[in-house]
Each structure stands twice: as C-alpha cells, then as structure tokens.
C-alpha cells in the first residue's frame, strides 16, 4: 500500500526550513509551469486600531513568502495570497486591506507578482459537497490549478484543533459559515468541516507551526514558539498527524474522524508515513476546552470567584464565530462588574437551540438565531433580546442594564482596542519576534 507522505521539520532558517518540509514530502509535484496557484493563511482576526498577539494565531509572512518563492522556482503562473477575515461589519473592506498591508502582503505583489484578495469582494459558487451539503466558495480558489493551505497549529474551543481542513472555512461565504453552525445535532460543524477540502484542486498543506496557540485560536489564547512546520500533498495526513503532535488522537478530532470514514481511511496513521522529525520526538500536550463548572452553568474562573445569581452555560457548536466574537468580552465585562452580591437571577443563552431554564427571572437572549429559536417561549418569564447578527455591543450592554448587571460601558464602545491589552504578556521576550509577519528585506532574484 502507498503510505501518504507528511514531513515534520524544525524551522531554524528562511527559505531552506519550508524547502526542506515542501521537498521532503513532494508537497508540489503536481505544480506544472504556468499553473494557477491560490495561497490561504489564516488570518482568523485582525483590528486597525491596536498591535496585537499575532503569534500562533496568524500564518507568519514569513511562511507565505517562502512558499511563494518556491512556486517561482517551480514555475508557477498566477499566484493569489486569498483570505476571508472575519469582520463585525459585514461590508467591511477596510480592515482586510489593512491587514494585507501589515502583513506586508502588498509588498510580496510588488516583489513577486502576486495576486491579493478579500474573498468576501470575489464571486462564489456555490459546491454541492454530497450528504446534502451544499456551500458557496470563493471561486478563484475554486478555478486554481493547485492550492497551498497554510494554517497555524493551534487549538480550537470548538473543533478541538484548527489546521489544514479548518482553514478552508476561511474561503466561503457568510452564509454558508452560518450553515455550518447547524442546530442539527447529526449534520452539526464537524459533519460539515468535514467536507471542506473534498471539492478542492489539487493541494498542500504546510502548517506554520513557528509559532503555535494552545486554547485557541485567537489572541487570548496560550502562545508558544514551537518552530515546526508540517507538510503533506494530502490534507487529511497532514491534519492528523498535525494533531498527533499536539497530543491529540485523530479519532477524538470530530471532524478528522468524519473526514477519515468519508474517505474510506483508518483514524490513526496506518496509512501515513512520518519523514524529518519523528512525532515522539517533538510532541506535546496542548489543552482545547474552555473549562466550566461541574453543573455547566458558569466558566470555572467565574464560579471559583463566587459568581452567583448568573447562569451562563457553555457556548455550543451552533454558535456561529459572529456571537463567539462578542461572547468572551461579554464574560470579561460580567466578571469586572462583579461586586460580590448575587445577580437577580439571570440566564443568558447563546447559539441557535440552548433552551431556557423554566422559572428564571430574567432571560438574555443573545444573538439572532437564539431570539428566533425562543421568541415565543413560554418558560421564558422576562425575555430580553439582542437580536442582532451580529449583535450590536451597545445592545448587549443595555441588555446586561436590564437584567440588572451594569457593566462598563467603555469595554464595549472600545473593541477593536481589547486585543491590544494581551501586548504585554510577550514584551521582553525576544521569542516573540514581529519581523515574522513583515515581508522579508531580501529582494526576489
């Protein structure tokens, strides 16, 4: 039986650590002189208005230009650097733009030639993936002749890990990612991550793991400096054996294990062979969850703190990443504006089917498709809705008023500075180096 191939190599130099990952796993060999060719980091967040943690949590310019450097030596036609990036205003090209400015993506199209794009300014087609799973991609990376997937190895408090199928979630459309968020407890988001990458052109994947984000995937989260890169012409291989370094079996991955059964694949590596670096010599343990208390009715740090009056119960797959967004600020916000006296027995409720506790004294439902699932709930005694997609910040704050919990109204009107406040954690810490997502000083020969 012929074994996929996937590379683990430690990153110690530009160019020649990528090359030596890319090579050892003849990740493009199926690139051919004049071949379109669709480059996808992830950049999962970005804000305009503040430095923030990048490390582990976005691609490092560093990674893509290297790739792009190998695909010239190979010939390659066309190359698009393409990102969909998660914005509170849905009509927002701003803060893309700024971001393929700061992570020195412009100057790459001036140095190589290449394409930059905001999938959410490109058409879509729409894919049926089978299963009746149909969503809408972007179509450039739809018509490329060969795709390079580079994702950040990192947890995710939903799909436990976020790496090379994940990523491609970056790629459709705002209504397909919501469809993903299903209430359908048998068609949920891992049974449609699944499919993300089966309708692709041909692909690599090479995770950055330079960096890497435990109880990810955005800044909050814990960041290391790990200096792996993964590769393999198989996403699956690469995904799995990716999660093995992260102390992670393939078969307790949701989406892997749906992804391997689709596929006609065991769950573990059996079919896969590791080159470079061995797994054992440069695996870890990185925790995913976000731990609650016993009854699930509150984050553990709020419980321990003695938080009562409050039930806030753990987010659930159908909470789509618009309402995760705001979801933690709110817990942040909730937890500053405890003074020690138990709130007036409020429940808040998110996703899309969380159903209400009969007899609560105020209910906050936050979020769009929480308020459609409920509006004529009758075991809601006093429903306060923030109906919102997203919902607005100063709602949620007049809402949290309403049940009693005056929070600090500036926490809200200040967003896009919150990311900026985690800065401190890295300074000093010559590790954490920012020339990793700026453009190289070298110049393309």
Known sequence: MNKHVVSIVKYDQPVESVSRAVGLCDGLARVKPGDRVFIKPNVVFWTKSVPFPKWGVITTTRVIEDVVQLLRDKGAGQITIGEGIVTSDFKDPETAAHAFETLGYNELKKRYGVEVINVFERPFTEVNLGDGVELSFNQDILESD?????????????????????????????????????????????????????????????????????????????????????????????????????????????????????????????????????????????????????????????????????????????????????????????????????????????????????????TILLGKCIYQAHKDNPDIQHMIAVKGCPPDPMKVVDALAEAGIEVNRSIFENLDKAPGFFMPRYADKPEFDESFFRASEQQAT
């Not at 200096?227 to 990716?242: E, H, Q, R, T």
């Not at 343990?285 to 609650?292: A, G, S, V």
């Open 146 to 362: 060969f795709v390079v997937d580079v994702p950040v190895m990192k947890t995710h408090a939903q799909t436990v890990i976020s790496l090379g199928i994940k990523n491609l979630k970056g790629t459709i459309d705002l209504k397909s990612r919501k469809r993903c968020h299903s209430a359908d407890p048998e068609r949920d988001l891992h049974f449609h991550v699944a499919r993300l990458a089966d309708k692709m052109p041909p692909m690599m994947v090479l995770i950055d793991g330079i960096y890497s984000n435990e109880r990810g995937p955005a800044f909050d989260g814990t960041l290391r400096r790990t200096n792996l890169l993964i590769a393999s012409a198989d996403p699956l291989s690469a995904d799995l054996v990716g999660a093995r370094v992260m102390g992670f079996d393939g078969q307790k991955v949701p989406h892997l294990a749906h992804a391997a059964e689709n596929r006609g694949r065991p769950h573990d590596l059996s079919d896969v062979e590791v080159v470079g670096q061995r797994i054992d010599d440069v695996a870890t343990h990185f925790e995913w969850d976000f731990p609650y208390a016993e009854d699930g009715s509150l984050p553990l740090p709020m419980a321990k703190r003695g938080v009562q009056g409050l039930s806030y119960r753990k987010y659930d797959l159908s909470m789509c990443t618009y309402c995760s967004g705001i979801n933690g600020v709110v817990l942040s916000a909730i937890m500053m504006a405890w003074q020690g006296q138990p709130f007036d027995d409020v429940e808040i409720l998110t996703g899309k089917f969380m159903p209400p506790t009969p007899g609560k004294k105020h």
